[in-house]
């Protein structure tokens, strides 16, 4: 199948910074990608939608302002947690859709940010 | 509203059956898929169904039926590496994802 990258895998940062999460598609061009975030215990989130090209689709309650997201080729899609706290250590996972066809979706190995 | 109900979490012995029920309510429907996420990894895709009836794909089969919005994930001979959560997502009629919490499943020998 597919194969959907994510770095870092693991990143631990100070309250305050900024921490930047890169997504990519390696073998395919991925016209749209999904942000996720899980907690522990907890299912897939979905933050937002973006499309390359175009801005970020936001789900209700995510700050954009917060999660900033650039889709800036059909292979990569960033986000980047601004002013990081630690409410906002998490798992941050990616998706990446081929096509229309929604069983094309592949999910990236994860982040793990923990926030001190 | 929009909702996905699966349980839990469930206990099998290695070797033995397990089924995994999910219900949905949802705006739309375009697909059920069901996930297996072992912990501290991200999910990875087992099945789709869109279609009611009964899909195998070698030791798990997944079975969907559109009229009572409900499909199970039915594992056979299980093995201890079958131990993690396994997540059941709705494609509604924005083609949305809507997932349900994970049931997680243990694998006793």
């Known amino acids: 199948g597919a194969v959907v990258s994510q770095h870092p895998s693991r990143v631990i940062c100070k309250s305050g910074t900024s921490v930047k999460i890169e997504c990519r598609s390696l073998?395919?061009?991925?016209?749209?990608m999904f942000w996720y975030r899980q907690f522990p215990k907890q299912s897939l989130m979905l933050m937002a939608t973006?499309?390359?090209?175009?801005?970020?689709?936001?789900e209700q309650g995510v700050e954009k302002d917060k999660f900033l997201i650039n889709h800036a080729s059909l292979t990569l899609s960033t986000l980047t947690v601004t002013s990081a706290h630690p409410e906002d250590s998490s798992f941050y996972i990616c998706s990446a859709r081929q096509g229309e066809e929604i069983e094309t979706q592949y999910f990236g190995p994860g982040t793990r940010l923990l926030v001190l | 509203g929009q909702n996905i109900d699966q349980p839990t979490e469930m206990t099998a012995t290695e070797g033995a059956i397990v089924q995994i029920n999910c219900t949905y309510q949802?705006?739309?429907?375009?697909?059920l898929f069901w996930y297996q996420q072992h912990a501290g990894e991200a999910p990875t895709f087992l099945s789709y169904n869109v279609l009611d009836g009964l899909e195998e794909k070698g030791r798990f089969s997944s079975f969907l039926s559109r009229s009572k919005g409900y499909s199970y994930l039915l594992l056979k001979e299980l093995q201890m590496k079958d131990s993690a959560s396994y997540l059941c997502a709705v494609s509604d009629s924005n083609y949305q994802l809507i997932w349900g919490a994970g049931t997680k499943l243990i694998i006793k020998p």
């Open positions: 073998d395919f061009q991925a016209t749209t």
């Open positions: 949802t705006s739309g429907f375009n697909g």
């Open positions: 973006s499309n390359e090209g175009s801005k970020a689709t936001y």
